[in-house]
């Protein structure tokens, strides 16, 4: 069995830390989320959500019932049970395991109203915070706060002293471009990462969405920016590919999550992005760094991508373009040679016959 108990709020060198205490296989620790003393006024002790949803993959993975010692939203409840654990475990082959609480609560908690979104300020969070902030979106949905979490998605280069940095780094890029955007940018650290020992791509939803929770006496929308086009998605190793079903299934009777941009294409965000004048300063895909590579995965699709739609010299001051024309060649032989395994290929091809980019490239 895992138990997990009721958050208590403690300050910590002059930062707010929210903290819940747990046990398993007769073994206690502690998870916690912490930012500064303005936004820690939000942190929720009144319910256990933000932990149960946090800690949900570690009872998964081992096979153990979750006991919640404290108030639970009833909805969140009903979704984990009846909907999102079952289908988790028939995904992954995990046993089934259930969620068990004897103070299911109904009413919602006093809230700010809030609508926030992650700003990571890559193609599918910049396309997301374009989007909701345009003209033609309902008052009350558009975008209000950005976040930026600190809950395993730069631990996966090098030593904790160059996560932390490049933690650090990216921070401060995604603040410059919050107060160009006007907003405040809300930064969480957590320690959910060394609990949870998994890998981040199979677990990010969870994690992001169990810090979104901790604030649910500030935001009552949060848009979560989708990796895959749901027309075109088939379940995998990636929690992405099933946000579209899982997120409504986290939410509760105070905040609502949606999937946004689930229903555009990679190229199409891009085409989007590279609209955006902002996005010159500030669009970061690196794998490694805040100085786009020109090199990595993340960067020769985009840059790519950018080049068959004529924007590619916009990006000159925040990417490597010298290092990525070296390799262009040989990307898009690879490209058009895996286009029929791989759906983002297929997408930068089509993109590239739509264009004449291969005609055009080589002449007459």
């Known amino acids: 069995m895992l138990t997990i108990y009721q958050p208590e709020k403690v300050n910590i060198n002059g930062n707010v830390r929210l903290q819940a205490k747990f046990e398993i296989a007769g073994v206690e620790d502690v998870l916690w989320y912490e930012t500064n003393e303005k936004f820690g006024r939000y942190m929720t002790t009144e319910r256990v959500d933000a932990f149960l949803v946090g800690l949900l993959w570690l009872g998964i993975r081992k096979g153990e019932n979750i006991k919640v010692k404290g108030p639970l939203s009833a909805k969140l409840f009903y979704g984990l049970n009846y909907h999102l654990l079952p289908l988790i475990s028939q995904m992954y082959k995990y046993k089934p395991i259930q969620v068990q609480c004897d103070q299911l609560v109904s009413s919602a908690l006093p809230n700010e109203g809030a609508v926030g979104t992650g700003l990571s300020c890559g193609?599918?969070?910049?396309?997301?915070?374009?989007?909701?902030?345009?003209?033609?979106?309902?008052?009350?949905?558009?975008?209000?706060h950005f976040t930026f979490f600190n809950n395993g998605s730069s631990n996966f280069w090098g030593t904790r002293q160059r996560q932390d940095k490049l933690f650090r780094a990216r921070v401060a890029w995604a603040k410059a471009c919050a107060e160009e955007l006007g907003k405040e940018l809300i930064v969480v650290d957590s320690n959910i990462n060394d609990v949870l020992k998994m890998s981040f791509v199979r677990t990010h939803t969870l994690r992001n969405i169990s810090t979104l929770l901790v604030f649910q006496k500030l935001f009552h929308i949060y848009y979560y920016s989708s990796t895959f086009q749901t027309l075109y998605t088939k379940f995998n190793n990636d929690s992405a590919s099933y946000d579209v079903i899982s997120l409504p299934l986290l939410s509760t009777e105070n905040v609502t999550f949606y999937s946004s941009g689930n229903n555009y294409t990679?190229?199409?965000?891009?085409q989007m992005v590279s609209n955006f004048d902002l996005s010159y300063k500030y669009l970061n895909v690196c794998l490694t760094r805040i100085h786009n590579c020109g090199r990595c995965l993340k960067c020769k699709r985009t840059l790519l991508t950018m080049d068959i739609q004529g924007s590619i010299e916009n990006y000159k001051n925040i990417f490597n373009l010298v290092a990525f024309n070296k390799v262009k060649e040989n990307y898009i032989k690879e490209v058009i040679a895996s286009r029929n395994r791989d759906p983002w290929f297929r997408e930068i091809y089509e993109e590239m016959v739509r264009k004449n980019y291969l005609k055009k490239r080589n002449g007459p």
């Open 123 to 144: 193609i599918d969070s910049l396309s997301t915070a374009i989007e909701h902030l345009g003209k033609d979106i309902p008052e009350n949905y558009q975008i209000t």
């Open 266 to 270: 990679r190229v199409q965000k891009t």
